[in-house]
């Protein structure tokens, strides 16, 4: 009789444990003005990988080339569930919660991150021209706060710690609608506050983020930097005509970049003088670029997850919708590697006792 009861509580126990998400390996936190990662100073060098949930190849794709990335110094990478310009990624149904295709690759994409000790921005909301919000037009402030509120669980459930959030990538959506991201910071903070939350938008930053990033003002005493650098002495401006002109100027329909993964010379100069800045004064730098934003659409196949070439001897001004053999990040990663070398990771927590949690 014992034997049996014996039985059934090992098996009820062995029932629980496997209802219980295994702890990940890294875990992101803000401390004052620094970042960390288990516990140890941490400088962002990462890839903004925005549209990585756009199809099944593309994911694969991104978690293929993270170990290229890594030995390129890379530790990060940003990828959002509603994707950006042209991705339309509709990672959130109409009622706030997570469409579980996208959070199935997302989920992926983190626990390959933290496998190899890296981080992932995850990003919730991006407004802008993205098909993404056609179904949430409905959607009012406690509308945006319940998906917000919903990712942070997922992240919680999971216990996916390799991470910090940008709930509203430049304020488009508070923009747009006048929503409070405050209020969204709120929103995810009573869901679980050891998650952190980062601020991107122009106007006044609130202090309830835990980081601030791109857009926002630099807060004093509190950690900051560049989540989507690029050149700013671009001819025709990056995300202006340069990365626009068959939409913007020919009349022609067309629902991608122009000029993809296209760099001058005196582009890829002041790009890399941005990321030092970024790495040396700053909390890090995350490049952005159209060769791994780029979508699917007009026959280009992206977003292109993978280094591509180094951008040389490139005529702009030809052939602006179609892929230059030649173009990609190369010559970024090349440099991020001589610079810094591959990225070394802290000890995982499970084997480091003094890491905190």
Same mark, same amino acid.
């Given at each position: 009789?014992?034997?049996?009861?014996?039985?059934?509580?090992?098996?009820?126990?062995?029932?629980?444990?496997?209802?219980?998400?295994?702890?990940?390996?890294?875990?992101?936190?803000?401390?004052?003005?620094?970042? &960390?990662?288990?516990?140890?100073?941490?400088?962002?060098?990462?890839?903004?990988?925005?549209?990585?949930?756009?199809?099944?190849?593309?994911?694969?794709?991104?978690?293929?080339?993270?170990?290229?990335?890594?030995?390129?110094?890379?530790?990060?990478?940003?990828?959002?569930?509603?994707?950006?310009?042209?991705?339309?990624?509709?990672?959130?149904?109409?009622?706030?919660?997570?469409?579980?295709?996208?959070?199935?690759?997302?989920?992926?994409?983190?626990?390959?991150?933290?496998? !190899?000790?890296?981080?992932?921005?995850?990003?919730?909301?991006?407004?802008?021209?993205?098909?993404?919000?056609?179904? &949430?037009?409905?959607?009012?402030?406690?509308?945006?706060?319940?998906?917000?509120?919903?990712?942070?669980?997922?992240? !919680?459930?999971?216990?996916? !710690?390799?991470?910090?959030?940008?709930?509203?990538?430049?304020?488009?959506?508070?923009?747009?609608?006048?929503?409070?991201?405050?209020?969204?910071?709120?929103?995810?903070?009573?869901?679980?506050?050891?998650?952190?939350?980062?601020?991107?938008?122009?106007?006044?930053?609130?202090?309830?983020?835990?980081?601030?990033?791109?857009?926002?003002?630099?807060?004093?005493?509190?950690?900051?930097?560049?989540?989507?650098?690029?050149?700013?002495?671009?001819?025709?401006?990056?995300?202006?005509?340069?990365?626009?002109?068959?939409?913007?100027?020919?009349?022609?329909?067309?629902?991608?970049?122009?000029?993809?993964?296209?760099?001058?010379?005196?582009?890829?100069?002041?790009?890399?003088?941005?990321?030092?800045?970024?790495?040396?004064?700053?909390?890090?730098?995350?490049?952005?670029?159209?060769?791994?934003?780029?979508?699917?659409?007009?026959?280009?196949?992206?977003?292109?997850?993978?280094?591509?070439?180094?951008?040389?001897?490139?005529?702009?001004?030809?052939?602006?919708?179609?892929?230059?053999?030649?173009?990609?990040?190369?010559?970024?990663?090349?440099?991020?590697?001589?610079?810094?070398?591959?990225?070394?990771?802290?000890?995982?927590?499970?084997?480091?006792?003094?890491?905190?949690?």
């Amino acid at each position: 009789m014992r034997s049996k009861r014996n039985g059934r509580i090992v098996l009820l126990a062995l029932l629980l444990a496997g209802s219980v998400a295994q702890a990940g390996d890294y875990l992101f936190s803000v401390k004052k003005d620094q970042l &960390l990662l288990n516990g140890q100073a941490f400088k962002v060098l990462g890839l903004r990988c925005s549209n990585a949930l756009v199809s099944e190849g593309a994911t694969r794709r991104l978690i293929d080339h993270l170990d290229r990335y890594q030995s390129c110094g890379v530790n990060t990478v940003s990828v959002f569930f509603m994707g950006s310009r042209f991705g339309d990624v509709k990672g959130y149904r109409r009622d706030g919660s997570l469409d579980p295709v996208y959070a199935r690759r997302m989920g992926q994409i983190i626990e390959a991150a933290d496998r !190899r000790g890296m981080v992932v921005l995850v990003g919730c909301l991006y407004w802008s021209t993205s098909r993404a919000k056609e179904d &949430l037009g409905h959607w009012r402030q406690e509308d945006a706060n319940r998906a917000i509120a919903n990712t942070i669980r997922w992240l !919680r459930d999971h216990d996916y !710690r390799n991470v910090f959030v940008d709930v509203d990538n430049e304020g488009m959506a508070h923009d747009a609608t006048g929503w409070s991201i405050r209020s969204m910071i709120d929103a995810a903070h009573a869901v679980d506050p050891t998650i952190m939350i980062a601020y991107n938008d122009g106007d006044p930053p609130p202090d309830n983020a835990d980081l601030y990033i791109h857009h926002s003002p630099k807060v004093k005493g509190r950690p900051w930097l560049d989540s989507e650098s690029t050149p700013a002495q671009t001819p025709m401006g990056y995300w202006g005509k340069f990365s626009k002109e068959t939409h913007q100027a020919s009349g022609k329909p067309y629902y991608n970049y122009s000029r993809i993964g296209v760099y001058t010379a005196e582009m890829k100069e002041q790009q890399w003088a941005q990321t030092l800045e970024g790495m040396e004064r700053y909390n890090g730098c995350v490049l952005a670029s159209t060769w791994l934003q780029c979508a699917p659409g007009e026959g280009v196949g992206g977003p292109f997850n993978m280094p591509g070439g180094r951008s040389e001897a490139i005529d702009i001004h030809t052939t602006i919708d179609q892929i230059h053999p030649d173009a990609g990040i190369l010559w970024w990663l090349e440099a991020t590697r001589a610079q810094y070398g591959p990225w070394s990771p802290p000890p995982p927590r499970r084997s480091n006792p003094n890491a905190k949690s």
